[in-house]
């Protein structure tokens, strides 16, 4: 008899058990990943039923202890809300009676990242639940730089924006791996928390070749792949003196002519100069000569008196 008593009551309690529904809300499984500057929307979600009431809800958000946004007696409740998130969040008050108590959360900065905690309580029951959120930004397209200093040529890529700090990767011909043969710089914006990176290699000799810059944004999926061509006029400084020469070779022979024509020519003024000379002399001789002439008989001509 007191066994048959002992499976009644166990069946029943069965039976009510499986009749019961728990109160649960729901937020998501994984970490949720949000934008640098934009808008992301804190999913949560509870059970409504026909005895749900908006002035018995209470909904409460919170980032460790720091209160994100608080809901009670049907308004908003911000009174003890961190100044971080001032101005910034706001619920879904139309779809609260759907049982929506998402947060959206406005200007994602990286100090929002952490760990998220959704609490609803209601006459239906009360849970609460956590979700860790991380915040990711793109990196800007790299600029490429190059300098040359004591035949080292020195090429700096440089990104920069982009949050969590990022992966980088240098190859050779597409192939070869020598990102252990560059040197990085990562800083931090001490005002936004984002990274700006700069990356440079130093080449002693440069040959016709590529190199390939990639950055790695894991948490976003971002990849950004660069080549770089390389090339060397070294063979062509090689065949420079030849060529000078050979220009030289052009050259002798004109010059030569040139300067059988000047020779030429003095050989001709200097026969010519005497023979214009001597005529110019012996002009002027027979011009002092007359003039003696007249001179002498002008004073020795003979008077004659009547």
């Given amino acids: 008899m007191n066994r048959n008593l002992l499976v009644f009551c166990l069946s029943l309690l069965l039976f009510e058990a499986s009749g019961f529904t728990e109160f649960e809300i729901t937020v998501p499984s994984g970490t949720l990943v949000g934008f640098y500057g934009q808008v992301l929307i804190l999913p949560c979600t509870f059970q409504v039923d026909g005895s749900w009431d908006l002035s018995s809800t209470v909904i409460t958000w919170q980032r460790g202890l720091d209160v994100v946004h608080s809901f009670y007696y049907s308004r908003d409740q911000l009174d003890r809300q961190n100044p971080l998130y001032a101005k910034r969040t706001s619920l879904f008050n139309r779809e609260m009676a759907q049982g929506n108590a998402s947060l959206r959360l406005h200007n994602v900065t990286v100090k929002d990242a952490g760990m998220y905690t959704c609490s609803i309580s209601t006459n239906s029951g009360s849970q609460k639940k956590s979700f860790g959120v991380n915040i990711t930004a793109f990196y800007s397209e790299p600029r490429l730089q190059f300098s040359v200093l004591n035949d080292v040529v020195t090429l700096l890529v440089t990104s920069e924006g982009g949050h969590p700090s990022p992966t980088l990767q240098w190859l050779i011909e597409n192939s070869e791996d020598i990102t252990n043969q ?65 220009g030289c070779f052009t050259l002798i022979p004109g010059i030569l002519l040139l300067l059988l024509l000047i020779i030429i020519g003095l050989v001709f003024a200097l026969r010519r100069n005497p023979t214009e000379q001597n005529s110019s002399n012996e002009k002027q001789h027979m011009d002092q000569t007359q003039a003696l002439n007249e001179n002498v008989q002008n004073v020795y001509k003979p008077h004659v008196y009547i």
């Fill in 182 to 246: 560059t040197q990085t710089h990562l800083a931090e914006d001490t005002h936004t928390g984002l990274y700006s990176v700069s990356s440079w290699i130093n080449l002693t000799e440069v040959t016709n070749s590529s190199l390939t810059f990639i950055l790695y944004n894991n948490l976003l999926g971002q990849k950004i792949r660069r080549e770089i061509q390389l090339y060397s006029d070294k063979r062509e400084n090689q065949r420079e003196p030849a060529q000078r020469c050979h």
